[in-house]
């Protein structure tokens, strides 16, 4: 998302080989899960060396309520593409992973969503199980 973090491409590199690899672990993820990659969100702003924004000079990690598909067609159209998984194919997205580097924060760590609030209980264990697994 922001020309900064480069740590993120590796990451995502990483994931992208692992997932594409032959390894029994990696061929049961596909085989039982639809992956949906986008090695990067703000090509335009990357490119011309912004920082943390698009080349319309808006921080696009900050537009998911709601898009403008002309100022953030990035988001925009990924989050549209994400409304036709679950609507018209029917798919239950089960983790949305936003990979970033840090400025401050060292190693690896989990930022979430608390939609506790609108889905209670559950919904909050559902949303700390991905980083409990992997602590």
Known sequence: MHSGETPASFV????????????????LLRKLYTFVLVPCLNPDGVLC???????AGIDLNRQWIQPCEDFQPEIYHVK???????????????IYCDIHGHSKKKNSFFYGCN??????FLSWTIVRLLPRIFA
Request: aromatic share 10%; charged share 30%; glycine share 10%.
């Open 115 to 120: 939609t506790a609030a609108n889905g209670g």
């Open 12 to 27: 995502f590199k990483g994931m992208l080989d692992f997932i594409l690899s032959d390894k029994k672990e990696a061929r």
């Open 80 to 94: 549209n593409s994400l409304k036709k998984l679950t609507e018209t194919e029917k798919k239950q997205i089960w």
């Open 49 to 55: 060396g912004n920082y943390r924004n698009s080349l």
